[in-house]
């Protein structure tokens, strides 16, 4: 009975070792197609459907409704970068330098109304920086 308790115990320390060794499987990180000139090139109002964007974009970040009952869906990416360093100008005559940090942010969203038979009635594209 010790012996076969001593097995089950060394297996499972075999198994928990081989379990925290083995490869992670990490998916690759998406690159978006969503772009102004993606947008202007393959969206063509009164022809494109609503499976040519999925195939395009992707799920959209939200699907609503608008007021003549027409489905909208809504797509958002934004981005943000920032930098930071020393600045030494002016500030060496008065004995050391200065902290300096900028940041940006990008915003895109895609906005596409869609008819009852699911094709691109019309859509907007906003793109803003600051």
């Known amino acids: 009975m010790r ?9 499972t320390l075999i198994t928990m070792i081989l379990v925290g060794c083995a490869p992670r499987l990490q ?11 993606t947008v202007k ?15 395009l974009f992707g799920a959209p ?17 934004m981005s943000a970068s920032s930098v930071s360093g020393e600045e030494t100008g ?18 895109f969203d895609l906005i596409l109304i869609f008819d009852d038979a699911d094709v691109v009635l019309d859509y907007s594209l906003i793109q803003a920086s600051y």
């Open 3 to 11: 012996r076969q308790a001593t097995c089950i115990v060394a297996l």
């Open 41 to 55: 090139k393959d969206i063509v109002k009164g022809k494109t459907t609503q499976a040519e964007i999925l195939e």
């Open 90 to 107: 002016w500030a060496i005559f008065w004995g050391g330098t200065q902290a300096v940090s900028s940041t940006s942010t990008n915003s």
């Open 61 to 77: 970040n939200l699907v609503t409704k608008n007021r003549d009952a027409h489905e909208v869906w809504n797509y958002n990416r």
């Open 27 to 37: 998916q690759p990180a998406q690159r978006s197609n969503l772009s102004a000139g």
